[in-house]
């Protein structure tokens, strides 16, 4: 008699939906003429004095390992990063871990802290690898909306509803990926005393801090009482166009970070020593680089929201990353209706909305990390499909 045949892949990976954005990047990639307005990465190169810092290192000999927590010099810098411009303060030499990305220190973080079945609330919509980070690490994902009613931001009534006496964490990420939506100091303390009531640790995703275009940032580690119940997350892809390089870094309570330098230890043992190099060249004397950057993606964020709302979409205006959300409930297509039939009839590639959690559909994601050229030929692109669908 046949049986079935025995599956050697674990039950909870299986479970895993492939990435949502890596789909439709895919599809992209092997169509010609197409614009892509759908991953999340900086169109500008890395700044050339970050890069002659890591071929400087590897000529001066730096290849060994450094230690697990990462240069204690780059920690210092880290540290100095944070308290002059967001005013957090830590010990670079036992609250600070850098990291292989920012998704590497989130993933230590969920391992570090949570038991099975413990749950954390996650505001969507949000990064597609949040929820199933939280599965990974043996806890439960428990989903708050954000909604077009508040400017995409989380109120603190939403997440106090969700608590249960399993909740452990929350997952907050402003500027948020995928709606751009920045949580004011006054939200962030309203969600402040829930936290503090309910005893609950926060995961503060803050790689998009220095792209904030509006207003003055508010670190969520600042918020009084807050920093021995935060484990801050950030990087250096975003604001420093270091995707390739993989670095990022956490911060937060001597304890917590012990234990995830721990999991570090023993998974990947430190960050890649070029790269540590060129993020302590990039937070010494790469600031003007990201002034410059920035003022670039507001114009184009202005540019982008204006575009799509000439076109009969509704679109907040973000306040900081680089992404759009607008509605596309006026064609009458689901999100991956649209995405879909934008790629293939104008080649034009954005991200559906739904795959950033439920309530993201009925909207789309574009990013305009791309150039003022591109961004001009997209909007004419999508406007001749919007006026079809719409008319």
């Given at each position: 008699m046949r049986t079935r045949e025995k599956s050697y892949v674990a039950d909870h990976v299986n479970d895993l939906s492939p990435s949502g954005i890596r789909r439709f990047f895919d599809l992209a990639s092997q169509m010609g003429n197409v614009i892509s307005l759908g991953v999340g990465e900086p169109d500008f190169v890395t700044p050339w004095n970050v890069i002659e810092a890591s071929y400087h290192s590897l000529e001066r000999g730096y290849t060994a390992y450094t230690a697990n927590a990462g240069l204690l010099e780059l920690r210092q810098e880290i540290n100095n990063y944070l308290n002059k411009n967001y005013h957090v303060s830590y010990n670079p030499e036992n609250q600070i871990l850098v990291t292989v990305g920012a998704s590497q220190a989130i993933d230590v973080a969920f391992r570090a802290i949570l038991n099975p079945g413990d749950e954390v609330i996650v505001v969507e919509p949000s990064f597609v690898a949040y929820a199933p980070a939280v599965r990974l690490a043996g806890g439960i994902p428990v989903t708050v909306d954000a909604t077009e009613e508040f400017a995409f931001n989380v109120q603190a009534d939403q997440i106090e509803a969700a608590i249960t006496s399993r909740t452990k964490a929350i997952l907050l990420c402003s500027p948020n990926n995928p709606t751009g939506a920045v949580l004011s100091k006054q939200e962030l303390e309203a969600i402040a005393r829930v936290v503090e009531q309910h005893d609950l640790l926060v995961i503060s995703d803050e790689i998009y801090a220095d792209l904030t275009y509006d207003e003055t940032f508010t670190s969520f580690a600042a918020i009084n009482g807050m920093a021995e119940r935060t484990i801050l997350v950030s990087g250096f892809s975003k604001a420093f166009a270091m995707t390739g390089w993989r670095l990022g870094y956490a911060a937060g309570p001597k304890e917590i970070l012990a234990a995830m330098t721990k999991i570090h230890q023993y998974t990947i043992m430190c960050a890649p020593t070029m790269a540590q190099h060129g993020a302590l060249e990039a937070l010494k004397n790469g600031m003007d680089s990201v002034k410059e950057m920035c003022i670039s993606y507001r114009q184009r964020r202005n540019f982008v929201v204006k575009a799509l709302q000439d076109m009969g979409l509704s679109c907040h205006v973000p306040g900081g990353a680089f992404y759009v959300f607008p509605s596309i409930e006026r064609t009458g297509l689901?999100?991956?209706?649209?995405?879909?039939?934008?790629?293939?009839?104008?080649?034009?590639?954005?991200?559906?909305?739904?795959?950033?959690?439920?309530?993201?559909?009925?909207?789309?994601?574009?990013?305009?990390?791309?150039?003022?050229?591109?961004?001009?030929?997209?909007?004419?692109?999508?406007?001749?499909?919007v006026e079809a669908k719409i008319n």
């Amino acid at each position: 008699m046949r049986t079935r045949e025995k599956s050697y892949v674990a039950d909870h990976v299986n479970d895993l939906s492939p990435s949502g954005i890596r789909r439709f990047f895919d599809l992209a990639s092997q169509m010609g003429n197409v614009i892509s307005l759908g991953v999340g990465e900086p169109d500008f190169v890395t700044p050339w004095n970050v890069i002659e810092a890591s071929y400087h290192s590897l000529e001066r000999g730096y290849t060994a390992y450094t230690a697990n927590a990462g240069l204690l010099e780059l920690r210092q810098e880290i540290n100095n990063y944070l308290n002059k411009n967001y005013h957090v303060s830590y010990n670079p030499e036992n609250q600070i871990l850098v990291t292989v990305g920012a998704s590497q220190a989130i993933d230590v973080a969920f391992r570090a802290i949570l038991n099975p079945g413990d749950e954390v609330i996650v505001v969507e919509p949000s990064f597609v690898a949040y929820a199933p980070a939280v599965r990974l690490a043996g806890g439960i994902p428990v989903t708050v909306d954000a909604t077009e009613e508040f400017a995409f931001n989380v109120q603190a009534d939403q997440i106090e509803a969700a608590i249960t006496s399993r909740t452990k964490a929350i997952l907050l990420c402003s500027p948020n990926n995928p709606t751009g939506a920045v949580l004011s100091k006054q939200e962030l303390e309203a969600i402040a005393r829930v936290v503090e009531q309910h005893d609950l640790l926060v995961i503060s995703d803050e790689i998009y801090a220095d792209l904030t275009y509006d207003e003055t940032f508010t670190s969520f580690a600042a918020i009084n009482g807050m920093a021995e119940r935060t484990i801050l997350v950030s990087g250096f892809s975003k604001a420093f166009a270091m995707t390739g390089w993989r670095l990022g870094y956490a911060a937060g309570p001597k304890e917590i970070l012990a234990a995830m330098t721990k999991i570090h230890q023993y998974t990947i043992m430190c960050a890649p020593t070029m790269a540590q190099h060129g993020a302590l060249e990039a937070l010494k004397n790469g600031m003007d680089s990201v002034k410059e950057m920035c003022i670039s993606y507001r114009q184009r964020r202005n540019f982008v929201v204006k575009a799509l709302q000439d076109m009969g979409l509704s679109c907040h205006v973000p306040g900081g990353a680089f992404y759009v959300f607008p509605s596309i409930e006026r064609t009458g297509l689901t999100s991956t209706e649209f995405a879909e039939q934008l790629l293939q009839e104008q080649r034009v590639a954005v991200v559906p909305g739904d795959v950033f959690g439920k309530s993201g559909e009925g909207y789309i994601r574009c990013s305009y990390a791309t150039s003022m050229k591109q961004l001009e030929q997209a909007m004419k692109r999508m406007r001749t499909f919007v006026e079809a669908k719409i008319n």
